[in-house]
Structure formats: C-alpha cells, structure tokens
C-alpha cells in the first residue's frame, strides 16, 4: 500500500468515527507504524485542509464538525489500487454493452483514471487482453439509441419509425417509455404503445427513427410494469398463464440447480440424480429454443402444449437430415 492509499484510508477511518481513533489502532488498520501514521495526519491535514484534531486525554485522532453538518471530502479524484481495478473492470463492462455507447462521455474519467493507475504504478495496462466479456449473437445499437434513452430518462413521449422483425413491416408509431432493458446482449424498449393501446417491447436496432416529443410520457405503475414484463419467460411479455415443468439428466442437474431461468422458479433434486425445475411463463417461443439446446439431457414433462411443440421442433429438425 503507497502513500496515497494509506491517505484515502486514514481518511475513511476518521470519516465513519465520531470518537478519537487512539494512534496504536491506526497504525495496526493502515498497517504502518506509529511515526507514519503522524506523518500521514499531516499531509492530510496540512495539505489537503482536513479538519483533524488531536485529543491528548484519548490519544486519538478525529474529524472536527464542520458548519452546517458539512462533511469534509477530499480534493480531487480518489481511489485505492482495489477501487481502481473494480473500476477498471467496469469500465471494460461498460464498453462491452455496445461500441460507441458511452465512451464520449465517459472519456474525462477514463483520462483520469490512467492518470491515477500510471502514478500508483497499477498493472493495469493490461486489462483488455486480462478480461473476456463474450456476446452471443449482439446486434448493433442501431442510430435511435441515444434519443430512445433520453425520452425514457427525460419522461418524453417518442415518436417511433419501426420496422418488426416478426412480420417484416414498417410501422410509425407514438409510444410512452418506460424502461430499458439489457438482455441477452441486445437492448430493448419497454413502452407504453398508443396505436396498439397497451405495453410493447420494442428491439431498439430496428427502430430506424425516434423524435423525442415534448409530451410528458403516459406513466405505467412499476407494479403493471413487473406483472406485464417480468412475469413471463424471457423477452416476451404478458402475465404468465402456464407452468413449464422440466427434467434435467444428472450430468446437466450439476449446472441447472445453479442457474436462474426465472425469478419464481422452484427446483428439486430427485432421487435419481435428475433435477426437475418449474416455472412460469406465457409464450414458448423463446422457452422452445432454450429447450433445445440441451438436446437429450433434458425432457418436458408439462404442460402438454409446451411439450408437443418441443417434439414438433426436434422432428422438423430431424427431417432435414434425413432427406
């Protein structure tokens, strides 16, 4: 730990006390000795205009009140080397969600924060080829995004040019956002449609155009909101009406039990090894296609709808290597 770490750190100790820190105990968290600790109340009182005071009955040090109930901050940017490697990462992850997304306006931060890595002298030069965030099938943010996040964040209605991947047609519509959803590598546009008189989520790369409108956006309770978008399986919305109940291979149950397919599932190993997982959901579409992926180590149980367009799927699938 540096200079400057011990500095963010004393500072944090003092901030969350308001009872003298005797010496000895600064000394053992900041792991330096006692003569360091002095040296490092003065940078931070001399230098950089804390309000430290010593109680010579406790021994101690702490932050005097300031006017007004004001806490005293210190100047600048400050990060430990931990922090700065989080926010690294993050900045990585920021990235990832989509090129051109943030980093005009992240550019100040990211400038000062190579700053702070070269003083401290971080090995972090290195995090783009250290960190690996892998995208499945992302597509490109598409020329509305910023204008579709400014009317969610704003409250602004949206007029929409839209072209529906599902029947192939443009459409122009005015629309109320509510919120935006990152999913599957992919951003979405959950809004309130008034040609359509109800919720709507709305793929925000096949929007070929978006006006904000001055109109404040009609407002959906977020109770309406979860029922309607996070009831259901997946990207597609609608209250829940069917239980899928699935059954796992024991190779496949060591990976299901961990994972998270819905917010209300329940799952249970049986006797046998297998693991069996219910949920709900409203339209197969999506649940069919995660379905398939496990190919034989996993089979439908209920309902039977679910279960007869799996086998309509897998024999599709067959009849096109057998003829």
Not at 193 to 208: C, G, M, Q, V
Not at 222 to 237: P, W
Request: charged fraction near 30%; hydrophobic fraction near 40%; include cysteine.
């Amino acid at each position: 730990m540096d200079k400057f770490d011990r500095i963010y750190q004393l500072h944090n100790i003092l901030d969350g006390r308001r009872v003298p820190v005797p010496v000895e105990e600064l000394a053992q968290q900041l792991g330096c000795s006692v003569s360091n600790v002095y040296r490092l109340v003065k940078t931070l009182r001399d230098h950089l205009g804390a309000p430290v005071e010593f109680d010579r009955e406790l021994k101690g040090y702490r932050y005097v009140r300031m006017p007004e109930g004001r806490q005293y901050q210190l100047p600048g940017l400050w990060f430990s080397g931990t922090e700065l490697q989080s926010l690294v990462v993050l900045q990585k992850l920021l990235s990832s969600l989509g090129p051109g997304l943030l980093e005009s306006h992240l550019a100040p931060l990211t400038k000062r924060i190579d700053e702070l890595i070269q003083h401290k002298r971080l090995r972090l030069g290195e995090v783009a080829s250290r960190i690996r965030f892998l995208t499945l099938a992302a597509r490109p943010l598409g020329p509305c995004f910023h204008v579709v996040a400014s009317a969610t964040l704003q409250r602004h209605k949206l007029h929409l040019r839209y072209h529906a991947r599902s029947r192939d047609e443009l459409s122009e519509r005015t629309v109320s956002p509510q919120r935006l959803a990152h999913y599957r590598d992919n951003w979405y546009l959950d809004a309130w449609d008034e040609l359509r008189n109800a919720l709507r989520s709305f793929s925000i790369d096949r929007i070929r155009a978006a006006t904000e409108l001055e109109e404040p956006a009609h407002e959906v309770p977020a109770s309406v909101l979860d029922e309607h978008f996070a009831s259901s399986y997946g990207i597609f919305s609608g209250k829940a009406n069917k239980i899928a109940v699935l059954r796992f291979s024991p190779e496949r149950a060591r990976w299901i039990a961990d994972e998270r397919w819905h917010p209300d599932q329940s799952g249970q190993f049986l006797t046998d090894g297998r693991y069996e997982l219910r949920f709900p959901y409203r339209d197969s579409r999506e649940l069919v296609m995660d379905i398939l992926r496990h190919g034989a180590d996993v089979e439908v149980l209920a309902p039977d709808t679910l279960r007869a367009d799996v086998k309509r799927a897998l024999e599709a699938a067959l009849a096109r290597y057998l003829t």
